[in-house]
């Protein structure tokens, strides 16, 4: 039954498939649905509306707003909580990670108290950042010797991206050794192959390089992470349980007793001198196999891993589309690490961590604002709440998109008196924003200049929310940035992203656990 007053399809109320029928015609064509919930909104000519896609249940209300979005986000917290849309995504995988409990589950405050010290900046730039930067440098390793083979030939740098991610978690969060790692392994292979049988370079067909079976653990994570639900996913489930049990005990050894160790060097590290501290306090016996920590740790696997992956994805599209930004980028980066390119070496970790390079800033900002990795921030109404004018029953979930209006195409002319008190009293500076084109990749559009010429980055310059907002926006955000950054610069010092050929170029997306781009092929050429 609709919700009165706000718009709907009308032939959806004609059929117990409410929007389903319309909505499968539109996967024939692409494989995406956020945007086709975006665009009922551009349809319907409102900022808020209402889609029927589960039979039987209350409809979705879709919001496309900045102003609402962040309000809903962070001053209505008593009335939207985290949505059982989550749950049902995460529960197959990991029960008892906070991601699947609401703000008021009994269990969430000791959840979150468990990992609270992982995002400080502390931990993230002294123990966390060197993990991602040799990664970093193991993929650039294996990108050299794949771009010399291609002989600036395409080739698709998906798994690559993926592998990395995984290998940096593998020994950041679980502490394993670098020899378990993807791309190691891949590397070792490819040196050893028989060259391609193809290596014409005034052909533009993408190289396909040989690989070698990843190592199980990896193959295990990806496995689970790409299909939750599957029977299949058992084996993955038990090799991946075996070495998180593993890595507990052995952590319990090392940090119990006399002479017991008293650094942390990966994420389980603190979990486990967490556990043994509050076990000493409580005079009890530590606990550190409980469901809790196993699917907190897991919880950087699936948290981390693919939304990371995916926003790197679109940078690098970026920089290849926009060879102006790429260029200034690369010019930004060498002025300010100058010590490094006087010396012919790359940035070390601790010089990127520290830096705070407008352009490159901007450049995130910018890639966050329109890679919108994940095309929608769901909430579920605690109790009978109104937006926009419109009561919204309580158990509605409430989708606030942020690949749309608003975002990145000039929002609806909204009647301020319809917004709630809390609403209409923010101050995002979005009166400042520029909004005739929004839907390009601009980097420029977050840079100041003040009177003496010097640049700087003005955060709230244009809507950018990929990370969400309030008290359940993520909570990797710290290290989702980080990554980025260590893997941008680090790239774009050492390789040019050429140009793509029209056929290997395109803005659609691929929805997998995050939003992908369709195309991911790169072009590289040595940048030094
Ligand atoms: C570019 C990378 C990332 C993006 C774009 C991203 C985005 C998001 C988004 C949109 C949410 C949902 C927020 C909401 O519902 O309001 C979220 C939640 C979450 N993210 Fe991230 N994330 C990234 C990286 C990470 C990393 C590296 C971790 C590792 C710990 C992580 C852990 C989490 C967790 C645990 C939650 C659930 C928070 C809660 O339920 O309170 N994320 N993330």
């Not at 939750?228 to 119990?256: C, D, G, N, Y």
């Not at 509050?278 to 740790?297: G, H, M, N, W, Y």
């Amino acid at each position: 039954k609709p919700i009165p007053g706000i718009p709907y399809n009308l032939e959806a109320t004609k059929t117990i498939l409410g929007d389903i029928p319309a909505l499968t015609r539109h996967l024939s064509s692409t494989k995406e649905v956020f945007p086709w919930m975006c665009f009922q909104n551009i349809k319907l000519k409102s900022p808020i509306i209402q889609l029927f896609i589960k039979p039987l249940s209350k409809p979705w209300v879709i919001i496309t707003d900045y102003k609402e979005a962040q309000d809903i986000l962070t001053r209505r917290t008593k009335e939207f909580d985290r949505s059982p849309y989550f749950s049902d995504i995460f529960h197959g995988v990991m029960p008892n990670h906070h991601i699947t409990m609401s703000s008021t589950d009994e269990r969430f405050p000791a959840n979150r108290k468990l990992i609270q010290g992982m995002m400080s900046p502390q931990f993230v730039n002294d123990i966390l950042a060197p993990q991602v930067y040799s990664a970093t440098e193991m993929l650039i390793e294996f990108w050299k010797v794949k771009s010399e083979l291609a002989q600036g030939r395409p080739f698709d740098l998906r798994d690559d991206i993926i592998e990395t991610l995984l290998d940096t978690i593998s020994v950041s969060t679980f502490g394993l050794s670098r020899s378990h790692g993807a791309i190691s392994a891949q590397l070792a292979f490819l040196r050893g192959a028989p060259s391609l049988s193809e290596t014409d370079p005034t052909t533009i067909t993408p190289v396909e390089f040989p690989r070698t079976q990843r190592p199980p653990l990896i193959d295990a994570f990806i496995t689970l992470t790409q299909s939750m639900v599957l029977p299949s996913m058992r084996r993955s489930k038990a090799l991946k349980e075996a070495m998180i049990s593993q890595q507990l005990t052995w952590a319990l050894r090392r940090f119990s007793g006399k002479g017991a160790e008293q650094t942390s060097t990966c994420v389980l590290d603190d979990i486990v001198r967490r556990e043994i501290k509050l076990a000493e306090k409580e005079k009890r016996v530590p606990d550190c196999q409980s469901r809790t920590i196993f699917d907190e740790l897991y919880g950087f696997v699936t948290g981390g891993v693919d939304t990371t992956g995916s926003t790197l994805m679109w940078a690098i599209k970026y920089l290849s589309e926009n060879q102006d930004a790429q260029s200034r980028l690369r010019m930004s980066l060498r002025d300010s690490f100058s010590t490094a390119s006087e010396k012919a070496r790359k940035p070390t970790v601790r010089e990127i961590t520290k830096a705070r390079i407008p352009y490159l800033e901007a450049f995130l900002e910018e890639t966050f604002r329109m890679a919108v990795t994940i095309p929608s921030h769901v909430r579920t109404a605690t109790e009978d709440v109104v937006v926009l004018g419109h009561v919204i029953p309580k158990g509605t979930d409430v989708f606030l998109s942020i690949n749309g209006p608003g975002f990145t195409s000039p929002g609806f002319d909204i009647d301020e008196k319809k917004r709630s008190e809390s609403c209409a009293s923010l101050r995002d500076g979005s009166e400042q924003w520029e909004l005739k084109d929004m839907n390009l990749f601009r980097p420029e559009r977050w840079l100041v200049t003040d009177q003496n010429g010097n640049e700087s980055v003005n955060h709230s310059a244009a809507p950018q929310m990929l990370f969400s907002l309030g008290p359940r926006s993520c909570f990797g955000k710290r290290l989702g940035q980080l990554n980025m950054r260590v893997l941008l610069v680090l790239l774009v010092w050492h390789f040019e992203f050429l140009p793509l050929p029209g056929e290997l170029i395109s803005d659609d997306g691929i929805e997998k656990f995050t939003r992908q781009p369709r195309l991911t092929f790169v072009r590289l050429a040595d940048a030094s």
